[in-house]
Every structure is written in structure tokens, then in C-alpha cells.
């Protein structure tokens, strides 16, 4: 993996580059801090309203490299037009990232793209804003197809309209369906975008190490209280040696034979109970289908609102008495009846296909 030797890789620094003494300032604290490897600050910030500070622009540049040549540290931006990326390469700027609000422009991802050909620049891709992968997917395509190798993505959580806990819903399977798709690409997380606040970091922090992403981009000001944005979710290069102290950085493979054989133990438990279950699924299903076969042959309707209201609620009452949480039972039992409608409407379609019906209401069994 081309990102760094040890990971997870660390970057920090403030959200935005404001003058030649705060990033100096944080950038020192922070190389004091051997896991930090990267200087991030950003110097053209997408703001959600006009009117508020929307970074220093190119002077900024200058006083990123500088700050991290005294720290000893490579540095990070972000870039948004093919402008962006000129004056980068111009100051020496070491990473660039493409930020959510950019992500979701195909045009824009393009013409940075252009600009980037010939150059092995290192790029991260930080997801778009709505929580469509393949919009992600598509970006990491159009930089990697001007030749640029040095890519990874930034899992920096979704915008959603639903109140959560979080600025942006993390939403976690996104990524972890990135990872599966493309094994190679590293994936960092952006815990300070996904929280908000300061409060969250630490958790989603650990949460994005014990699902094996590749490092953390963490915001950080040598005073937070008065960063011109983003004030309530920077740390300082104090506050976040501690959370990076108090993160358990666990093995991908642990080297102890003894819990390697106990992992595999538990894992045979697994693998029979998944064959059970998929057994149990198939039973479930061949009894539907004959419930399907006689509720045909006697002329009776397959809606059957109040069996399945009843259903759910007996199941519900199990699965709590088992410990089951009550939303994933709920999911689960709604896809059963489902596929349970499903096959009825195809046996009926089977014996009748004159008088086939097309029916995709739930309220079935
Ligand atoms: C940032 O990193 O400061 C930033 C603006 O991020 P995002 O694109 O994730 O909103
Ligand atoms: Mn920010």
C-alpha cells in the first residue's frame, strides 16, 4: 500500500489554513506526536452559506509548505477546480484531497482530473455528500484513469436529512462495501466530518480501526475556540495525542496460536449455524409454497393483513425474549415476507398464467 509503511496513517491539522502562525503553531505541537504523518489545512473552503470565512486562498499555500517543512511533515489540501490543482503543484503541496461537495460533480472530478495527468501526485477521494457509492467509485475511476496511483478514499459520513447523533451519518456499510470492491484502495476515515463535535471522535475512531480502514483524518487547532471554522469538532495536537493514545490499534492477525485456534473454533460455530439457517430459510420457504398451492386450489385470496401483523408481533416478542435487537428483527422478518410473497404470487402465476397478477404490496401471506 503506497500510503504510508505504518499503519493506520494519521493526518491532522486544522479545518483551514488562517495565518503563517497557526498553522506554524499546530503543525510543531502535532510533529511532536510520532503516529501523526501528514499536515492537513485547508485553503479553499466549500462553505454551506455565503458570508462566512471561505479560507485564506493562495498565500495560504505557502505558509502550509513552510509549516510543514519546519515540522518535518508532508502536506495535505484540499482542491476543487483544475485552478486548485495548478497553484498546488506550484507550492510543492505533497497530497491533495477532493472534498465531499466536489465528489458529487462529475464535471468538476473530470477537470481536476485533466490537470492531474502526467503528475504522480498522491489523491484522496473523500465520499460524495448523498450516500451513492457509485458516485465515489466513479471519481477514484476518473482520477486513477489519468494515470494516478497514489489514490484513497476518505469515508467522511452522509448527509441526511433524518436528525442523527452525527453532522454526517456514517453509515458504515458504505465503506465497508468499498473495501470489499476495491481490496487495494486504502480507506481513511474522517471521524471530525462524521461527529461534529468533539465528544464523537474518539468512538468513531475506533469504531473505523476495528473495521480495518487505514487511517484517520483527524482536524486539530492549537486553540479550537477560536478556528474561523469548524471550532466545534477540532481538537487540539494535545487532546488528540490523547485519544490516539487511548485507541486500540488491533492486529489484522493476531500471532498468538491460541487465539488463533479459539477465533477458528468460533468461527466453525458460525459457519454450521449459517447452514442452519439458510437450511432453516429453505424449509420455511417450501412450506410457503404449498400454502400458496392450497390457498389457490380453494379460491382464497393471499392477502392477509391481520396474519401478518400478528406474526410480526409474536416474533418481535420472541426475538426480545431472545436479545435480538428489535430493528434488525424487523428488517429481517419484512425480507422474509417478502421473498414469502413472492413465491405465492409465483405459484399462483404458475397455475393461472392467463390471470397472472402483479403484486408488490408487503401486507401478504
Ligand atoms: C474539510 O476537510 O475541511 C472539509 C471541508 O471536508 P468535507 O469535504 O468532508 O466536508
Ligand atoms: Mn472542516
Known amino acids: 500500500m503506497w500510503l504510508t509503511q505504518d499503519l493506520p496513517c494519521v493526518i491532522s491539522g486544522p479545518c483551514s489554513v488562517e495565518s503563517p502562525e497557526q498553522i506554524r503553531d499546530t503543525a510543531k505541537q502535532l510533529s511532536q506526536n510520532s503516529k501523526v504523518s501528514i499536515l492537513r489545512g485547508g485553503i479553499w473552503k466549500p462553505r454551506t452559506r455565503p458570508n462566512s470565512f471561505e479560507g485564506v486562498g493562495e498565500i495560504g499555500l505557502k505558509w502550509l509548505k513552510q509549516a510543514g517543512i519546519e515540522a518535518g511533515l508532508p502536506v495535505a489540501t484540499e482542491v476543487a477546480t483544475s485552478r486548485h490543482v ?124 476495528d473495521l480495518e480502514l487505514d487511517g484517520l483524518m483527524i482536524e486539530t487547532h492549537f486553540n479550537p475556540e477560536i478556528a474561523m471554522s469548524d471550532a466545534k469538532q477540532q481538537l487540539t495536537p494535545h487532546q488528540l495525542s490523547i485519544v490516539l493514545s487511548q485507541l486500540t490499534f488491533r492486529d489484522k492477525q493476531s500471532l498468538n496460536e491460541n487465539v488463533v ?6 468461527r466453525q460455530v458460525i459457519d454450521e449455524l449459517d447452514e442452519d439457517l439458510l437450511n432453516k430459510f429453505a424449509s420455511r420457504m417450501s412450506v410457503i409454497e404449498k400454502i400458496g398451492k392450497y390457498k389457490k386450489e380453494n379460491n382464497i385470496t393471499i392477502l392477509q393483513l391481520d396474519r401478518w401483523e400478528q406474526t410480526l408481533k409474536n416474533r418481535l416478542f420472541i426475538a ?46
Not at 108 to 113: D, H, L, Y
Not at 191 to 202: A, C, Q, W, Y
Not at 261 to 266: C, D, K, P, S
Request: net charge neutral; aromatic share 6%.
Open 320 to 365: 426480545e425474549k431472545a436479545g435480538l435487537n428489535a430493528d434488525f428483527t424487523k428488517k429481517l422478518l419484512e425480507l422474509v415476507h417478502q421473498e414469502s410473497i413472492r413465491i405465492q404470487v409465483e405459484v399462483m402465476n404458475e397455475t393461472n398464467p392467463k390471470t397472472a397478477i402483479k403484486i408488490s404490496d408487503k401486507n401478504f401471506e
Open 86 to 209: 495548478e497553484l498546488c503543484l506550484k507550492h510543492n503541496i505533497d497530497v491533495l484531497w477532493i472534498g465531499a461537495r466536489t465528489t458529487v460533480n462529475p464535471f468538476s472530478v473530470q477537470e481536476i482530473a485533466e490537470v492531474l495527468k502526467g503528475t504522480d501526485i498522491p489523491v484522496l477521494i473523500k465520499n460524495p455528500i448523498n450516500p451513492d457509492i457509485n458516485l465515489w467509485i466513479g471519481a477514484i475511476e476518473r482520477i486513477n484513469s489519468v494515470g494516478i496511483t497514489k489514490i484513497g478514499a476518505i469515508h467522511r459520513g452522509f448527509s441526511s436529512f433524518d436528525k442523527t447523533a452525527y453532522r454526517n451519518a456514517p453509515m458504515w456499510e458504505i465503506p465497508i462495501e468499498l473495501k470489499m470492491l476495491c481490496p487495494e484502495l486504502p480507506i481513511l476515515c474522517d471521524p471530525s466530518h462524521i461527529s461534529g463535535n468533539r465528544e464523537l471522535i474518539k468512538s468513531i475512531s475506533q469504531k473505523a480501526l
Open 261 to 266: 485456534n479459539r477465533l477458528e473454533q468460533l
